[in-house]
Every structure is written in C-alpha cells, then in structure tokens.
C-alpha cells in the first residue's frame, strides 16, 4: 500500500483533496522510528504532528519511578495534536513496539492544513477532546489508586507499631504467669496467714504518694535503690539487684517488707517479693496492651469514618471529624516533624456533602502542604464561618507558590514537582469536588513561609 493510500484509510484525511495529500507527504519528513526507540520524550516540548504509516508504537506514563502502559498506537494513527494546539509540554512518552515508519509535519504545516480543511479540523478537536478524556480519567483513576496506596502503606506502619506491642506484651505476659504460677504454689506451702495475704496484696497495689519529696533526683532515688538492695541481700533473697529497682520505684517501704519477713521462711519471702514484682510487671504490660489495642481501634474507625463506609454517598457531615480523620489517616507523614495546630469553631453546623470526596479534598490541600514545607514546619487548620458558609483554610509555612505559576494551580496535569512525580490532578480534584460538587469555593494566597488553601462550603438553609 502506498502511502498516499495509507493517508486516505484514516478517517483524519478521508475527505482531504487528493493534491493536498500529495502535498502533505512533500511537505512531511518520513522516517523509521526502531523497535524500543523513544519517539516522544515525556516532557518535551512537541514541534511536529506524528502520523504512523506502518508498525504500532506503546504510550507510557512515566510517575513514581514506574512507566504506566496509558495506551498504544497502531497504523495507521496520529498523535501530538493535543500538544500542538494547548502548546504545553507532553504528558507521556511513547516508544515503538515494533520498527515504525513515521511521517511528520512541522507545526506551521499541521496549522495551515487545520485553517484548510474542515474535515481535517473537525476530527482533530473530536480527537484531542476523546483523548483527553479518556486520559484524565485514566489519570484520575491513577492518583486515586495512588492516594489509596500511600494511605494503605502509612496506615500499615502505624498499625505495625501497635501490633509489635500487644505481640510482645503478650509474650511477656505468658513468662509472668509461668513465674507466678511457681512462686504460688511455694507461697501455698509456706504457711500463708491472712496477715501475709494482706501484706503482699499492699505491695502489689502500692503506689508513691503523689509530691514525694526527692522523688526523681538520682541521688534521692540511688539512695532508694540501695536501701532496698541490701534490705534483700541481708534477708538472703537471691538476685536482689533484680528486684531492687522494681521496689525501690514501687510504693513499697521497708517496714511492709519487715512485717512480711517475720511472717514467712527464706523462700516464701523470696516467692512472695518475685509474685509481687511480677503481678505489677503484668498490670502494666496489660495497661500497654489497652493503649496500643486502642490505638489500632482508633484507626480502624478513622479509616471507616474517612470512606464514609455503610453510608449514602451523601450525608450530612461534620467537618471536623473528616479533618481530624484525615489527619489521623496522614500521621505517618506528619509525625516526622510538622507541629499541627487547630483552630476550630465548633459551633458549626454539618454540612449535606458527599463526605468520602470532601475527604479527598483535605487529603490532596494537606498533602501538598507536607510537600511544600519538606515534611518540617507549621499546619494550621482553621474553621470558620462567615454568614450562611462554612470556611477551612489550611496553612503551611512551606516555600510557596511563584507568582508565574498561581494562575495555572488548579490546571489539570500541572504541577511543580520534577517530570515523573506526581499526576497533576490532585489540585484540580479538589477543586472540581468543591466547585461541581459542593457548590463552594476554594481559592489560594501564597507567599514565601505562608500559603493558605481556603475552602468555602455553604452551609444549610
């Protein structure tokens, strides 16, 4: 097949007059692009409108250090329109899957045939605005999975720590017991009195008046520490540098052990301190295992209450417990070295949202406001209200915006970060979910050290 005849199977140039085509491949420069060669860089600046006469070509998005498959070239087809006419640099790379013969068009070309011929055109922009589409969503669904992956992994590292504990208090737990369990059947045979029953269950259940004199200074609790060594080692208790310190900073006094030594043998002492020692180790080892079983608790409802799980996608929402679910949600990246700061009216109403999405939009402004400070720095997050709406502003004491970009912010595909990081959605989805969405409002001021992201949210009639 000719390549005049491969021109004309494309719909692009079926209506095109036969001496124009013959133009077109005169004006063109034909070329064979090799298999695994890069016809278009990510990122570069596009100057030529590509049509591919034989052999089929990949397109790739490079983000994350991964390269996305975002869709493929097969002869015949085209492509570089879209960045010929919006002038803005290439979002994806395409490579040649198998050897290409390419014909290209200098940008003055593509114009004047444009500015030609209507069919040409029409199916041009019908092109551009079904590619575009389709790649945003593409995009979207992308920082979606993205957003849910960096949740999933920071949520993962604050349940590992969590978890670490209850497992290792649980293990310790189990070793308490084995000793107690020794220890008590040596107190069984020692002639327990209901005096000596007493007596250890004080010492189990001790605790240091509160403002005990000297209490903390290390000369005040060596000294501690000491009297209830020898105490030990002059009653003949084995290892009494194990159970000193545990003593020394118990509620325990040397009277109570006095008291308990004149009732019991060498042995039901030494059993009955070890049952007592051991007895507090295990309170305190379940305290730790509450607080941590707590912990895991609290995220598991964070994470429920963020997805608005069991729940209409619209319901009526209180903004502060999406903020603060979403700050939960974030801690693994806050907790590095952002200062959180609240600033809250909670005399606001709740709000009929579509709380997954609102969500999001806290998610990406928060985000963003880890990136520009480096991860180091000062988050404010105020709640307002002005008249009949709502009003979060985040704050952070980032590097911020350049006055040439701030008008291009919420674009879609742009961002400031290097080529291959990020998608360029996260803003435009949040301003998307605000504006079409919610009715509302999000708007920006920035300069060096403070950046503030205000949304504004009507409230109910």
Known sequence: MSDLDILRSLPLFADVAEDRLQQILAEGETEVVPAGVEMIRQGQEITRFYVILSGTAEVLKHMDGQAIPAG??????????????TEEPVQVAVVASTDCRVLTLAEP????????????????????????????????????MASLGTLSAGLA???????????????ELGRH??????????LASS????????????????????????????????????AFEDWLEAHGIPEPWSLAPALSHSGAEL???????????????????????????????????????????????????????????????????GIED?????????KAGINVTRDYDRSLPQIDAFGSELNQVWTHLIDNAIDAMDGRGDLRVRTARDGEVAVVEIVDSGRGIPDDLKSRVFDPFFTTK????????????????????????????????????????????
């Not at 017991?177 to 040596?186: K, L, N, S």
Request: charged letters at 25%; hydrophobic letters at 40%.
């Open 157 to 171: 590292d604050e349940l590992t720590a969590p978890a670490t504990v209850i497992h290792r208090s649980a293990d």
């Open 255 to 321: 009277p109570q052990l006095d008291a308990l030594a004149e009732r019991l043998p060498k042995e039901g002492l030494a059993a009955a301190l070890r049952w007592v020692m051991h007895c507090r180790d295990c309170r305190a080892l379940v305290d730790q295992t509450r607080t941590a079983s707590q912990r895991i608790t609290d995220l598991v409802r964070a994470v429920k209450s963020y997805s608005h799980m069991d729940e209409a996608p619209k319901q009526q929402v209180d903004l502060h417990d």
């Open 177 to 186: 017991i084995g000793i107690m369990h020794a220890d008590t059947m040596t």
């Open 109 to 144: 070309h593509f114009r004047a045939l444009l500015a030609d011929s209507r069919p040409f055109s029409r199916c041009i922009y019908r092109s551009m605005g079904d590619r575009l589409s389709g790649f945003q969503r593409m995009l979207v669904n992308r920082e979606k």
């Open 72 to 85: 493929h070239h097969e002869a015949p087809s085209f492509m570089g329109e879209i960045q010929l006419l």
């Open 191 to 226: 002639g327990l009195t209901d005096d000596c029953l007493a007596i250890i269950r004080g010492l189990a259940e001790a605790r240091r008046p509160q403002g005990l004199v000297g209490a903390g200074n290390p000369i005040f609790e060596g000294d501690r520490e000491e």
């Open 418 to 461: 290097p080529v291959g990081q990020g998608t360029g959605l996260g803003l435009d989805i949040a301003y998307r979910t605000v504006r079409i969405r919610h009715r509302g409002a999000i708007t920006f001021r920035s300069e060096a050290g403070h950046t503030v992201f205000q949304v504004r949210l009507p409230l109910p009639a």
């Open 326 to 334: 979403t700050l939960t949600i974030l801690q693994h990246r806050l």
